[in-house]
């Protein structure tokens, strides 16, 4: 099975477009609880409201060999049925791009990763001839900052460059497993990726924390089957609460958002 078919499957399984992101900060844990522990837990009160996981490896990095050790735990205690996606947002060339490749999907065994497309085609071969994997391309990231290369007006048409980046990633999907990711901070932007690129699935990051409107997002965000838009959140639901509840208030915002999601689906 591939990662369409996959994020496929567990979308209508658990009747879910969100994505958890498993982002594991220890200042915001409760004490004296280890990266899997949390994790688990996270996974044991959510596993039947998501389409996806993300873990960002920043995270795990941060930890060193401890949270390495954790996400490989992590992506192999996820449910089978679950695809996963390593937001690593690795971006190089040559050999160096080819062990990145390895190490997300061979080593980790990710279902799914996102890729910087800076350094053009030859930095995002090595990801796209995995073909039963998912390879997520950035293309108007949801932070502040990408006003400044993103927005670029470029060439004689003028376009900007998210757009030229949207063109490229539909260029490159020969295998059809490519995806973009799209910022929930940029509505329009997101309207104008999906009519023109209407069958891509898109990851959707910038609800919640930071600040993406939810009716929004599902209205412009999916496709003309109400699917392939990974909506994700990590903080508002992971760190609910940073009691001992925190598996239990994380399923709560985690049921909240799956039904909001829902709701305005029904309503297109």
Not at 23 to 32: A, C, G, Q, V
Request: glycine letters at 8%.
């Amino acid at each position: 099975m591939n990662f369409i078919e996959k994020l496929t499957n567990a979308t209508q399984k658990n009747k879910s477009l969100l994505c958890v992101g498993l982002d594991p900060n220890p200042e915001w844990m409760p004490e004296n609880m280890g990266i899997f522990e949390f994790n688990k837990a996270i996974i044991d009160a959510t596993s039947d409201l998501v389409c996806a996981y993300k873990p960002n490896l920043a995270f795990y990095e941060a930890l060193g060999n401890e949270g390495l050790d954790a996400l490989k735990q992590t992506v192999k205690y996820i449910p089978d049925h679950i695809p996963v996606i390593g937001d690593a947002k690795r971006g190089d060339i040559g050999n160096t791009a080819k062990a990145y490749a390895k190490a997300i999907f061979s080593h980790f065994g990710f279902d799914a990763t996102t890729v910087n497309p800076y350094l053009g085609f030859d930095s995002i071969e090595p990801f796209i001839q995995y073909r039963d994997k998912g390879v997520f391309i950035l293309c108007r990231t949801s932070n502040a900052g990408a006003l400044d290369f993103q927005a670029l007006h470029l060439g004689e048409q003028g376009k900007p460059l998210f757009e030229i980046v949207a063109l490229k990633a539909s260029e490159w999907n020969t295998y059809g497993n490519i995806g973009l990711v799209v910022g929930a901070t940029y509505p329009e932007e997101l309207r104008l990726i999906r009519q023109s690129h209407p069958d891509m699935p898109l990851l959707i990051p910038g609800i919640g924390a930071q600040g993406g409107d939810l009716a929004t997002v599902v209205r412009y965000g999916v496709d003309t089957q109400g699917q392939k838009a990974i909506i994700n959140s990590s903080r508002q639901i992971i760190y609910a609460s940073q009691g001992k509840d925190f598996a239990q208030a994380a399923r709560r915002v985690a049921s909240e958002l799956r039904d909001q999601i829902n709701s305005y689906l029904s309503t297109l």
